[in-house]
């Protein structure tokens, strides 16, 4: 879990350094909402009250209820399906999602990057 928390938070600092989260993002103080995966393996759905629209710097934690089997998707509110790309910008490999965690995502204004760890690397 520590480890985790240190590689969410250099992920984090790193796409702030590289202007991929907006400049208004702060990783200190920043809401981070909370969702279950409603879906199946690579749809993912939320249902999130507060949100209203993706903007750059959002920050998800989501349970997911399936592993991932290749590129997925996240789709929150019903707002439309925004990709999940990994801090290099590749689509998640077979079961990088585990549903035995919670994946840490950050909409870049394009995507969501996956700041957790691959879950089985």
């Keep these: 879990m520590k480890r985790t928390f240190i590689a969410v938070l250099i992920t984090v600092f790193v796409l702030f350094s590289m202007g991929s989260i907006s400049r208004r993002y702060n990783p200190v103080t920043a809401l981070a909402y909370y969702a279950v ?9 939320a249902q999130i009250d507060g949100i209203g629209g ?3 710097g959002l920050f998800v934690l989501l349970n997911p209820v399936t592993d991932n089997t290749g590129a997925a998707t996240l789709n929150i509110n019903g707002l439309g399906a925004q990709s999940l790309k990994t801090v290099s910008g590749d689509d998640p490999v077979d079961s990088y999602i ?3 965690q919670i994946v840490s995502l950050a909409y870049d204004g394009t995507n969501f990057v996956i700041m957790t760890p691959d879950a089985n690397p």
């Design 98 to 100: 585990d549903a035995s």
């Design 37 to 45: 995966d409603t879906a199946s393996n690579d749809t993912y759905l």
């Design 54 to 56: 993706y903007n750059a």
